[in-house]
């Protein structure tokens, strides 16, 4: 009688433990480069959004208006780190040029806000907005008025249209704005110099023209979003706000030259 050929007992076990071992290394690997690659489009998101913000500042700065009047032609404020608001005249690019002017009233604001619905957050963290008034309603309304303006003059919080309109980056842990002016050193050499303090009025007593800003600003990934979240809701105790902060948020900073072509 001939006899079938077969595995034994211990070669199946040895085969089934192998198939296991290769699945798992399989596994891991998968896992890291679903990591690398979901944390290098993060990182590119990140970029994106950065490079965003700081090319509208860069245009609409650069092109900045200082008038010779007394009238402010440039003011900024900042509350804290996570609420700052800088408005100025300039002329936007992506303004409506079926309308007669070409100087609009332009305002940056950060607030402690979510993006969509403007309800407050508890994260800490802020939403940027970008408010252009068109050139005619700018001549009309706040030409020479910019100080007096209110704040709902240039973003309606409570309208939902408004908000969207005028949105433009959320997840901000900071934002901060800093001025530099031009000064002769001891050896007459021009040098920049920052001017002191966070809240700036030009034109305003003992202020000098700024020749520069440097912006700087600092985004949360998502990923670190939802980890600040579950610090926040109180579902993680072992996570630190600021180590999230470290290793989930990147900063971004531009120089900009402004120009300040008189009116």
Avoid: C, H
């Amino acid at each position: 009688m001939k006899k079938t050929a077969g595995f034994t007992l211990i070669e199946v076990l040895f085969a089934s433990v192998m198939m296991t071992i290769v699945a798992g290394i399989v596994l891991y690997l998968s896992s890291t480069i679903l990591n690398s690659w979901q944390g290098a489009t993060e990182k590119l998101t990140l970029d994106s959004e950065a490079q965003i913000v700081l090319d509208y500042m860069a245009q609409d700065l650069e092109g900045a208006f200082f008038g010779n009047r007394e009238e402010a032609w440039l003011i900024s404020n900042k509350v804290s780190e996570n609420s700052l608001w800088l408005r100025f005249f300039t002329p936007a690019m992506d303004r409506d040029r079926t309308n007669p002017g070409d100087l609009n009233a332009v305002s940056y604001r950060l607030l402690p806000i979510e993006p969509i619905n403007a309800t407050a957050t508890t994260n800490g963290l802020s939403s940027l907005y970008r408010t252009v008034i068109e050139a005619e309603k700018t001549f009309e309304d706040f030409q020479g008025k910019l100080e007096s303006a209110a704040e709902s003059d240039f973003l309606d919080t409570s309208d939902a249209q408004s908000i969207g309109w005028s949105f433009l980056l959320g997840n901000i842990v900071s934002m901060d704005v800093k001025y530099f002016v031009r000064n002769l050193s001891n050896n007459g050499e021009l040098e920049l110099e920052q001017m002191v303090g966070p809240n700036l009025r030009f034109p305003g007593e003992g202020v000098e023209k700024p020749a520069m800003a440097e912006i700087s600003i600092t985004i949360l990934s998502t990923e670190g979003t939802r980890r600040l979240e579950a610090v926040v809701e109180g579902l993680d105790s072992t996570l630190d706000v600021s180590e999230i902060i470290n290793e989930n948020g990147r900063t971004f900073s531009r120089q900009i030259i402004l120009l300040g072509r008189p009116l």
